[in-house]
């Protein structure tokens, strides 16, 4: 009888050992699933938040600047650039959106200042490209490329009296 006994206390601490073991890995797998989930969750909310703040802040900054001709693009650095342009204490200053090596830059700086520097902007976000075209008259067309590579391309409409 002591031989019966003892195989069934082995089978008993054996099965529970088993038991245990499917336990933790079940355990184990639905954290791995959990954890992948979470990833790409992060990865897709990053990828939107990126999209609406590369929109939303030059659509803002028009918005904030829409003031009477203030809006325009013109060229410069061969890249096409947004100017936004207002009058401090009698002076004028230009804000310059554009980009530069990789990233989205804003620039302020006095209108009659005739030589300055891309890299002594400030630092947005990275970007592949930015293009912005005046369509019309009260239009301004913009395309970003960001660093997915994926392009928003849309139209800003100025609502000032006198746009561009």
Known sequence: MNTRSQNKHIIDAV???CLALLFVLSALSVIAIGADIYKKNVSA???NNDRRIATAYVTEKVRQADV???VYAREIFDHNALILQEEINGQLYDTYIYEYEGALMELFARDDLEVFYPQSGQKIMNILSFDIEEITEHVLSVDITLMDGSTDHLYIT?????GG
Do not use: D, P, T
């Open 15 to 17: 099965f529970v050992i």
């Open 45 to 47: 909310m990053e990828s």
């Open 68 to 70: 009477n001709g203030a």
């Open 158 to 162: 100025k609502r000032s009296e006198e």
